[in-house]
């Protein structure tokens, strides 16, 4: 049976990752600050962006290319990383964005791997790795199959 400490802690994971695509949806980037670690990473297609600032820069750019988005977290897990490294934990979740992508209505279907740093104010995100599974952006269609260098 879990420990009531796991539980809370896996909670708080959960907590985190919503409160990422709430930003996302609102386009509230000036408080994503509060969710990354200083030395954050952030692995995208084509891209790799490393420290916080810059992170949210380049999440603001890229929301500015969508007139309407909308992510939606699907289901996730969460593996609180034992001794030696209680304050650290690893997840993955499964997400769709939809909206208006440069004019042209877009679907987006991926997969986050996580890491996590548990720190004086909570869990926070040391690195996000987003893998592309599904994009249709008007008449185009991509589908990937999930990265074989994934656990």
Not at 108 to 136: A, I, K, N
Request: hydrophobic residues 35%.
């Amino acid at each position: 049976m879990p420990k009531s400490d796991d539980i809370r802690q896996k909670f708080e994971i959960h907590e985190l990752v919503a409160r990422f695509a709430d930003l996302v949806n609102r386009k509230a980037m000036n408080e994503m600050h509060h969710l990354l670690t200083p030395n954050a990473v952030l692995d995208i297609p084509g891209h790799h962006i490393a420290g916080r600032d810059n992170i949210v820069t380049f999440l603001a750019e890229i929301l500015n290319k969508w007139s309407t988005i909308i992510q939606a977290v699907h289901s996730g897990t969460v593996e609180l990383v034992p001794n030696p490294h209680p304050e650290r934990a690893k997840g993955r979740w499964y997400l769709s964005e939809l909206g208006v992508l440069e004019g042209v209505d877009t679907y987006v279907g991926g997969v986050y791997s996580d890491e996590y740093v548990r720190t004086s104010s909570g869990y926070r995100f040391s690195r996000r790795r987003f893998d592309l599974l599904y994009m249709r952006s008007g008449t185009s269609v991509t589908a990937q199959p999930f990265p074989s260098d994934l656990p």
